[in-house]
């Protein structure tokens, strides 16, 4: 079972910026996959933005425009660089792998990291 570590979260104003991070330790990373998705209170969690091993994204339409989702093969890390935040982004967020985008877009994954909380407030 790989470990996944998401890091960047905080506290940020309204149109602020926040670069989230995600590791996959022991992960042969480059064949995988990689997605973000996110958690607001008394919600369920959703899908945010994807990466292919081929380096294709695609995003909610909730955030198209406004994030970008990257990864570094090399360091087994994927990168979500969020800006013009806005309240509604508030969540846990967090990242998981996958073969397929199929599994990538439903979310059903067994396990998940503990995710980083993104506050968006004035």
């Known amino acids: 079972q790989v470990q996944l570590v998401e890091s960047g979260g905080g506290l940020v104003q309204p149109g602020g910026s926040l670069r989230l991070s995600c590791v996959a330790p022991g992960l042969l990373f480059s064949l995988y996959a990689m997605g973000w998705y996110r958690q607001a209170p008394g919600k369920q969690r959703e899908f945010v933005a994807l990466i292919t091993n081929s380096r294709s994204t695609d995003y909610a339409d909730s955030v198209k425009g406004r994030f970008t989702i990257s990864r570094d093969n090399a360091k087994n890390m994927v990168y979500l660089q969020m800006n013009s935040l806005k309240p509604e982004d508030t969540a846990v967020y967090y990242c998981?792998?996958?073969?397929?985008?199929?599994?990538?877009?439903?979310?059903?994954?067994?396990?998940w990291g503990q995710g980083t909380q993104v506050t968006v407030s004035s």
């Open positions: 998981n792998y996958a073969p397929s985008t199929t599994t990538i877009y439903s979310g059903s994954f067994p396990h």
